[in-house]
């Protein structure tokens, strides 16, 4: 179990360009979650995956922003036409599946934080 | 629809202090509730959490946390702060659907020598 892990852990960009950020989740977890966060806020949902099939998002989650998880395995998250507006900590988050969804423990990555400029 | 509310977004203790980090929720379902730990340029680590068991919970590092329903709180405590506890705490509760966490917007601790 080597935790969940992102990459990269910081991003400059110029306003106007993609990113992509990429997500590890812990082996044989079958759900993977994105959450944002600014500066003295806490973490705002994102968007939730259960093996590949994306189930839900938040109305966070623009046109500009789209979320991927081919495999089952690692996810991607990418942002078009960046704004200032999306400098925060990307946070993905995994959980195993058991009978009790709500009860899950959630398990954070080390974020990567989005310096737009 | 569920949320909580962090009362204090700083505190500061000394070394050896008892630790109080005070979390109200609303739900309109039974409550499960989270306390993480954010230390600077870091991920959450989960403190502890109460998923409609025992009402005093016990986690990490010395923490615990009591849910009273009556009050709608999910306090964190500590008896004796220590150096290495500064760091970010958030509250959360999962939504009903269990597929995201609700968090408040955190209570930074400061523990002084």
């Known amino acids: 179990d080597t935790g969940v892990s992102q990459d990269p852990r910081h991003k400059i960009t110029k306003r106007g360009q993609n990113v992509t950020f990429r997500c590890d989740p812990i082996?044989?977890?079958?759900?993977l979650y994105w959450y944002r966060q600014t500066l003295g806020q806490g973490p705002e949902f994102l968007t939730y995956?259960?093996?590949?099939?994306?189930?839900?998002k938040s109305r966070l989650l623009s046109d500009r922003f789209s979320a991927e998880r081919p495999k089952g395995s690692f996810s991607t998250l990418e942002i078009q036409r960046t704004e200032q507006g999306d400098s925060a900590m990307y946070l993905c988050a995994s959980s195993p599946e058991t009978s009790g969804r709500r009860g899950d423990t959630q398990y954070f990555g080390p974020g990567t934080r989005l310096t737009v400029l | 629809a569920q949320s909580v509310t962090q009362l204090g977004s700083h505190v500061s203790v000394s070394e050896g202090a008892l630790v109080l980090l005070r979390c109200n929720y609303s739900?309109?379902?039974?409550?499960?509730l989270f306390w993480y730990v954010q230390y600077p340029n870091q991920g959450l680590q989960l403190l502890l959490k109460y998923t409609s068991a025992a009402t005093l919970v016990k986690g990490i590092n010395g923490f615990e946390a009591e849910f009273k329903k009556s009050e709608t709180s999910f306090h964190l405590t500590k008896p004796s702060a220590h150096m290495s506890d500064a760091a970010e705490y958030f509250c959360a509760v999962i939504n009903q659907a269990g597929t995201a966490l609700i968090f408040g917007k955190g209570t930074t601790l400061s523990v002084s020598s």
């Open positions: 082996s044989e977890h079958n759900r």
């Open positions: 995956f259960q093996n590949e099939a994306q189930l839900e």
């Open positions: 739900s309109s379902v039974p409550p499960y």
